[in-house]
């Protein structure tokens, strides 16, 4: 079981993976902090100085028991914005990946010189055993 899961651990695939999972966690915090820093600052002053992530509906005030009951909508705003920006980055990213592998596939092959040729038959003649 041990000599399986080592196979599997060390396998292309899995370790690809893995490194694409911690990039996109590390992606997802610049974009997190792209949002929350710099984007919604702006957006804020636009709409009149509103601060998103301080946008509540109190469901029941607190009291000398209790804390307050909350409805956070602002956060989720943040949340949704963070979603999407997250989506449209790695939607462009692939496109550019995309975008490079199909010009490495039309490449357009090289015909061999006459040179190259020559070689490639006195090769083969020698492989086959006959004479030209």
Same mark, same amino acid.
Do not use: C, H, W
């Given at each position: #079981?041990?000599? !399986?899961?080592?196979?599997? @651990?060390?396998?292309g695939?899995?370790?690809? #993976?893995?490194?694409?999972?911690?990039?996109?966690?590390?992606?997802?915090?610049?974009?997190? /902090?792209?949002?929350?820093?710099?984007? #919604?600052?702006?957006?804020?002053?636009?709409?009149?100085?509103?601060?998103?992530?301080?946008?509540?509906?109190?469901?029941?005030?607190?009291?000398?028991?209790?804390? @307050?009951?909350?409805?956070?909508?602002?956060?989720?705003?943040?949340?949704?914005?963070?979603?999407? +920006?997250? /989506?449209? @980055?790695?939607?462009?990213?692939?496109?550019?990946?995309?975008?490079?592998?199909?010009? !490495?596939?039309?490449?357009?092959?090289?015909k061999?010189? !006459?040179?190259?040729l020559?070689?490639? !038959?006195?090769?083969?003649? +020698?492989? /086959?055993?006959?004479?030209?």
């Amino acid at each position: #079981m041990f000599k !399986e899961f080592k196979k599997f @651990a060390v396998k292309g695939n899995a370790v690809d #993976m893995a490194v694409g999972i911690i990039i996109g966690a590390a992606f997802g915090k610049i974009v997190t /902090s792209l949002v929350t820093d710099v984007i #919604m600052p702006p957006i804020g002053v636009l709409l009149g100085g509103i601060d998103f992530s301080n946008l509540v509906i109190t469901l029941k005030k607190a009291t000398d028991t209790t804390a @307050a009951v909350t409805l956070n909508y602002g956060i989720f705003i943040n949340t949704i914005l963070d979603f999407v +920006l997250i /989506s449209f @980055a790695i939607f462009i990213i692939i496109k550019q990946i995309n975008r490079l592998k199909k010009k !490495e596939e039309n490449k357009p092959v090289t015909k061999p010189t !006459e040179d190259i040729l020559l070689l490639r !038959e006195i090769r083969d003649a +020698l492989k /086959s055993g006959t004479k030209k």
